[in-house]
């Protein structure tokens, strides 16, 4: 079986072949990360406008270098839900397109199901029933996946998502976009003690993420300290913001994953190429006797490699769309 995979939802252009549903026959994605850098962040009609210009050559590319045709494939997939809508509605148009023209199924992806599956395409041997907790710029999920298709939500954020805390704190410190991996590369050489930050406390879900009181005490120490002529030590703060964040998604994901009894435990999202994450995870679910599971760096950030996987086994398990399919901007995994 081969699926044609397509990703559209922020600012990465994406599209891959996927055989028999975890095997990567070509992964092709055109980044705009350099275009949005003047301006801090992502600008969504200049990404919209980028995908129209990117999207035929990227699944063209995607096609040869999987040396297959569209004649070949059993399925074309897409993100149709959540992201940006200017954004999504390209690649849906085109997938629609694609897949009327040339007589092949239509697959709806939801976009964090596509990250969760990238999990698949690293552990050959792994399957549902498990936890997967969820981080990028975006979400901040604690999800069980109950199957293949099937996701429960028990704990999400109640406002700004890991990524963005990461990415508006580098900001304020002076990194250029995206901010996530500068924060990264200074906590090597800092310290993680130097700074004590809190740990916003959500009430009525003990699941829940808060990042947004997390963000505004990092904002204002660096504001106050500028008002002061202080200068403030960029590794050291880096090093206290990746393992408080570290630390408040590692302590919930492990108390879910104890109070519902999984032991298998997985790491999906952007945020999950995080080494501060992916290390704090991965010792305590050792340390707690939980079999761990996250993606290759390479597999974190958006791809077409996830979609396709995910759609290989929506197709099989009968998910499909007509000429109606629309993107959406905002859907909650229980809504699929």
Do not use: W
Not at 108 to 123: K, R
Not at 303 to 318: D, K, R
């Amino acid at each position: 079986m081969l699926i044609l995979g397509i990703e559209s939802s922020c600012d990465e252009t994406a599209a891959s072949v996927v055989k028999d549903c975890r095997t990567i026959c070509s992964s092709v994605v055109s980044t705009q990360i350099e275009e949005h850098k003047k301006y801090g962040g992502v600008v969504p009609e200049i990404a919209s406008r980028r995908h129209c210009e990117n999207i035929l050559s990227v699944v063209r590319q995607a096609l040869d270098e999987a040396n297959v045709t569209l004649a070949d494939l059993d399925g074309i997939a897409v993100t149709y839900a959540p992201g940006l809508i200017g954004a999504l509605l390209v690649g849906v148009s085109f997938a629609k397109a694609l897949a009327m023209s040339s007589g092949k199924p239509l697959i709806p992806v939801h976009h964090i199901a596509g990250h969760i599956a990238t999990n698949y395409l690293t552990f050959p041997d792994l399957e549902p029933p498990y936890l997967c907790l969820v981080a990028s710029g975006g979400h901040s999920h604690i999800i069980e996946v109950l199957s293949y298709t099937k996701f429960r939500v028990i704990g999400r954020t109640r406002d700004d998502a890991a990524g963005e805390c990461f990415d508006k704190c580098a900001r304020a410190m002076g990194f250029p976009y995206p901010g996530g991996v500068h924060v990264d590369n200074a906590a090597q050489s800092g310290d993680h003690t130097a700074f004590k930050l809190p740990h916003p406390i959500v009430a009525g879900n003990e699941f829940d993420f808060s990042f947004s009181g997390l963000k505004t005490a990092v904002i204002n120490m660096l504001h106050n300290a500028e008002q002061k002529g202080i200068e403030v030590n960029k590794n050291d703060l880096s090093a206290s913001l990746q393992y408080t964040i570290s630390e408040i998604l590692t302590d919930k994901t492990i108390k879910a994953a104890e109070s519902l009894g999984y032991k298998k435990v997985a790491l999906a999202g952007g945020v999950s190429a995080n080494s501060g994450v992916r290390a704090a995870l991965s010792e305590a679910c050792a340390k707690h006797g939980f079999e761990f599971y996250m993606p290759e760096k390479k597999l974190c950030g958006d791809n077409g490699a996830m979609i396709a996987c995910q759609g290989s086994y929506n197709f099989l398990n009968g998910i499909t769309a007509d000429e109606s399919l629309n993107a959406i901007a905002t859907l909650s995994m229980e809504d699929i």
